[in-house]
């Protein structure tokens, strides 16, 4: 069924396991994600960025979110797995209320890039409307380095918990992503992978509350090797390590947002096939290893959040 994103996370958020948000802007994703979810019987949050929307919408976002709650509602009304979406990095009000109109379950307001009382008053602004709408919140407490808020912020900027209390009492969000040392991307770490586990487990304390980790792909090298095999080039990649993450889920994170991670299945599979099949231009055909790799890793973090059997 088509759900609500908040049901997901607070069933997660008491029995102490995440639900991975998969990232998607096309069909193959979404439905490489979803074949995963039955396999491991496992709730699923699909989860699409401003960019993503655009790029459905051909340029018209309120066409792209409508196109995607279209998708996703037909594959979950037709399942027994709970299936919501979410908008991700929501940062333009257009984009959001396009995103509450269109259908969606729940959206992130990310107002982390500016000083906390004007990130509080655009926070409570959405979830006045949205949850008149009956759609939940997600906000955001800190920076990430990298690519973030479509600017490169060079270091990030950590959570601080005692504000991560006053934020979320003000706001009343309904679940929080504090920045604890991730970015987004396959370039995550210059040195060893290392996250603030002492602030998360502060956060946790304090708010109670279902908490998001961003920018928590692994980088698989399996996928990175395979890639490399065919050309691709992701020297210096590096992500979230499995015992990392799995350190998070056990200190209360409940949403693990992943999109590289995907990506990077994808264009392995897609190089390799291309390179193996070259009279091969049917494209339910020239997918279908990309596909195929994008369940796998979708399966194996299912399990490995685990959210496995939990739908
Ligand atoms: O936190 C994450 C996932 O981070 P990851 O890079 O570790 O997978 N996300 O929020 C996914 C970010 C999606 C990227 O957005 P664009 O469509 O604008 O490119
Ligand atoms: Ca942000
Ligand atoms: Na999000
Ligand atoms: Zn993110």
Redesign the pocket.
């Given at each position: 069924p088509y759900v609500n994103t908040k049901d997901i996370l607070e069933k997660a958020n008491k029995e102490y396991y995440a639900v991975a948000?998969f990232?998607i802007?096309n069909l193959e994703f979404l439905q490489a994600i979803v074949e995963g979810g039955i396999e491991k019987k496992s709730p699923l949050i699909i989860?699409?960025?401003?960019?993503?929307m655009k790029?459905a919408g051909m340029g018209d976002p309120l066409r792209g979110a409508s196109l995607f709650v279209k998708m996703v509602r037909e594959f979950a009304d037709s399942l027994d797995i709970p299936i919501a979406l979410h908008l991700?990095?929501g940062k333009n009000f257009k984009y959001i209320i396009s995103a509450i109109k269109a259908g969606y379950s729940s959206v992130?307001i990310d107002a982390s890039d500016k000083p906390l009382e004007e990130n509080i008053k655009t926070t409570k602004d959405i979830v006045r409307i949205a949850h008149a709408a009956g759609v939940s919140v997600e906000a955001e407490l800190g920076k990430?380095a990298?690519?973030e808020d479509?600017v490169a912020s060079s270091e990030s900027v950590l959570v601080n918990p005692d504000e991560a209390k006053y934020f979320v009492e003000e706001t009343q969000v309904d679940f929080l992503?504090p920045a604890i040392g991730?970015?987004?991307?396959?370039f995550?770490f210059k040195g060893e992978a290392k996250l603030d586990f002492d602030r998360l487990k502060k956060v946790k304390e304090l708010t109670k509350m279902p908490l998001v980790?961003?920018?928590?792909?692994?980088?698989v090298q399996e996928m990175v090797e395979i890639a490399e095999n065919y050309g691709a080039d992701f020297g210096g990649s590096k992500?979230?390590p499995s015992d990392i993450l799995k350190e998070t889920v056990r200190l209360g994170i409940n949403k693990v947002?992943?999109?590289?991670?995907?990506?990077m299945a994808f264009v392995a599979g897609l190089r390799e096939f291309l390179h193996n099949n070259p009279k091969e231009f049917d494209p339910r055909k020239y997918m279908d290893t990309a596909k195929a790799y994008v369940k796998k890793v979708v399966s194996d973090r299912l399990e490995l959040l685990g959210s496995a059997n939990k739908a």
């Open positions: 948000a990232n802007n989860e699409t960025s401003e960019g993503a790029y991700d990095h992130m990430l990298g690519i479509n992503a991730t970015s987004h991307g396959a995550k980790l961003h920018g928590a792909s692994s980088v992500g979230v947002n992943t999109d590289t991670d995907l990506r």
